[in-house]
């Protein structure tokens, strides 16, 4: 890539962050978790991912014991709703640089909406937080306009994806996608998983199978979320493709 059009693509994800947020600094019913201005705040982004492309990541302790995903835990690991912004590092063609914005808290029915920013677009992913577990109820794609979309018709279908049961031992298994064509199971529990020099505890582990598909682990840690990707090579590798760079604005349980 020219050194021109490598300029030009960050300048426009400048841009199109610094428009999220504002709209959402400007939109009565967004939060206003982050303390620092709009230009520290892209500032911060851009630094974060500069330093921490090299980013190791290590299993530092793995438990034996029997592990049981219980309403406690699962509240503890939800994805994107923890913090205001989530910024991720992909090393991958299909898991690429990401911000994560909370653009619309959780209602009274548990209803978020999270804004996800690239290079090239973003998109909006409706989520809610159910007694049974967390599920996705749209995916608007693309997304060019902040607006709360939780109550839209693409949100108020009857399909819905399982993302994350409120139970499950490990070992079993539960379907995901909107057509159930993902299968996934909670292999294991991590005591801790090192990123950099971040250290994140009691970390669970899910593996999702598809058919035609390499599979997938994705981490979700206590008080955070989700925190890693990686796929599952032929010969047993774990090969990462996504990891948590860094979190701001922690949002009042």
Same mark, same amino acid.
């Given at each position: 890539?020219?050194?021109?059009?490598? #300029?030009?693509?960050?300048?426009?994800?400048?841009?199109?962050?610094?428009?999220?947020?504002?709209? =959402?600094?400007?939109?009565?019913?967004?939060?206003?978790?982050?303390?620092?201005?709009?230009?520290?705040?892209?500032?911060?982004?851009?630094?974060?991912?500069?330093?921490?492309?090299?980013?190791?990541?290590?299993?530092?302790?793995?438990?034996?014991?029997?592990?049981? =995903? $219980?309403?406690?835990?699962?509240?503890?690991?939800?994805? *994107?709703?923890?913090?205001?912004?989530?910024?991720?590092?992909?090393?991958?063609?299909? *898991?690429?640089?990401?911000?994560?914005?909370?653009? /619309?808290?959780?209602? !009274?029915?548990?209803? *978020?909406?999270?804004?996800?920013?690239?290079?090239?677009?973003?998109?909006?992913?409706?989520?809610?937080?159910?007694? !049974?577990?967390?599920?996705? =109820?749209?995916?608007?794609?693309?997304?060019?306009?902040?607006? !709360?979309?939780? /109550?839209?018709?693409?949100?108020?279908?009857?399909?819905?994806?399982?993302?994350?049961?409120?139970?499950?031992?490990?070992?079993?298994?539960?379907?995901?996608?909107?057509?159930?064509?993902?299968?996934?199971?909670?292999?294991?529990?991590? $005591?801790?998983?090192?990123?950099?020099?971040?250290?994140?505890? #009691?970390?669970?582990?899910?593996?999702?199978?598809? $058919?035609?598909?390499?599979?997938?682990?994705?981490?979700?840690?206590?008080?955070?979320?989700?925190? =890693?990707?990686?796929?599952?090579?032929? !010969?047993?590798?774990?090969?990462?493709?996504?990891?948590?760079?860094?979190?701001?604005?922690?949002?009042?349980?």
């Amino acid at each position: 890539m020219l050194i021109k059009d490598f #300029n030009k693509q960050r300048c426009l994800r400048l841009v199109m962050i610094a428009g999220w947020l504002f709209a =959402l600094a400007s939109t009565p019913h967004t939060i206003n978790a982050m303390d620092q201005n709009t230009e520290e705040t892209m500032n911060e982004l851009e630094e974060s991912t500069h330093e921490s492309e090299q980013t190791d990541e290590s299993i530092l302790e793995e438990s034996d014991r029997s592990v049981t =995903l $219980d309403a406690q835990k699962y509240y503890a690991i939800l994805p *994107f709703s923890q913090f205001m912004n989530y910024q991720y590092i992909g090393q991958g063609q299909s *898991f690429i640089n990401k911000n994560i914005i909370l653009e /619309y808290r959780p209602d !009274d029915q548990g209803i *978020f909406q999270v804004a996800e920013f690239t290079d090239q677009k973003a998109v909006a992913y409706i989520y809610q937080i159910r007694a !049974d577990g967390l599920y996705e =109820l749209a995916c608007i794609d693309p997304y060019d306009q902040v607006q !709360d979309l939780r /109550y839209s018709p693409q949100a108020s279908g009857a399909s819905a994806s399982l993302i994350l049961p409120a139970r499950l031992a490990v070992g079993s298994h539960f379907r995901s996608g909107y057509q159930n064509e993902k299968s996934l199971s909670f292999i294991k529990q991590v $005591d801790q998983v090192a990123i950099g020099s971040t250290v994140y505890s #009691n970390v669970v582990v899910l593996e999702e199978t598809q $058919d035609g598909m390499r599979p997938l682990r994705y981490y979700y840690a206590d008080k955070v979320g989700l925190i =890693l990707v990686q796929e599952l090579e032929s !010969d047993g590798q774990e090969v990462t493709l996504m990891y948590l760079n860094a979190t701001q604005g922690e949002l009042a349980e």
